[in-house]
């Protein structure tokens, strides 16, 4: 559609053997699914493995799963009810 921004994408920064990671992944593929069965509108997910990147693994080890979405972050526990939050706030229900 023309005009219409393109959405911001949906980053979690994890890392293997992180079982609050994957809590946090299926969180988020709960939201998306829900999200794109109503007609909303649903970002890409990009995971990035803090382990491949220095400057990552020291900003987060202390603070993963973090999932950010355009200016907004949520950090440690990452609920369903976090996600659809974060995702309402950023690109509206």
Do not use: F, W
């Not at 803090?50 to 693994?57: M, Q, S, T, V």
């Not at 987060?60 to 659809?84: A, C, F, M, N, T």
Request: with cysteine; aromatic share 2%.
């Amino acid at each position: 559609m023309p005009g219409v921004p393109p959405l911001p994408d949906l980053t979690l920064y994890a890392r293997p053997g992180c079982s609050l990671c994957d809590e946090a992944r299926v969180a988020i593929d709960l939201v998306i699914e829900d999200r794109r069965a109503r007609g909303l509108p649903a970002p890409t997910v990009i995971e990035r493995n803090i382990e491949d990147d220095p400057e990552l693994h020291r900003r987060y080890l202390e603070r993963i799963p973090v999932v950010e979405i355009g200016d907004q972050r949520v950090e440690l526990i990452v609920s369903v009810g976090k996600v659809r939050r974060l995702l309402n706030e950023v690109l509206g229900s």
